[in-house]
């Protein structure tokens, strides 16, 4: 499985962007996905989570409201919606897969595969 991240950007605080993940290789609707994001000096955190399946979404305390997960099993693409950007979401952006299931407490370092990031800034 091959993941490439796009969708990244600067803009104010308020505004909104939509990250998108694109998938290739096989079984990909098998693999539960994930956005996590690395800020300067900081570790990989947990940003959501959405299973193979589509129905079960996870998201980390300081996004639920205003981002959202999502997948299209038909394209082999993951989004993640983010709306009422704050200077805090500032990070680079990584999309991952892991076989089966994922939840918000699936270690980052258990992911078997990896997108490169795409840097999303909000300036205040």
């Known amino acids: 499985v091959q993941l490439q991240a796009s969708g990244g950007g600067s803009v104010q605080a308020g505004g909104s962007l939509r990250l998108s993940c694109a998938a290739s290789?096989?079984?990909?609707?098998?693999?539960?996905m994930a956005w996590f994001r690395q800020a300067p000096g900081k570790d990989r955190e947990f940003v959501a989570s959405i299973a193979w399946s589509g129905v079960h979404q996870h998201y980390a305390d300081s996004v639920k409201g205003r981002f959202t997960i999502s997948r299209d099993t038909d394209k082999n693409i993951m989004y993640l919606q983010m709306n009422n950007l704050k200077p805090e979401d500032t990070a680079v952006y990584y999309c991952?897969?892991?076989?089966?299931?994922?939840?918000?407490?699936?270690?980052?370092?258990?992911?078997?595969?990896w997108g490169r990031g795409t840097q999303v800034t909000v300036a205040s």
């Open positions: 290789g096989p079984d990909f609707d098998y693999y539960g």
């Open positions: 991952g897969a892991d076989w089966g299931t994922v939840t918000a407490e699936t270690p980052w370092r258990d992911y078997d595969y």
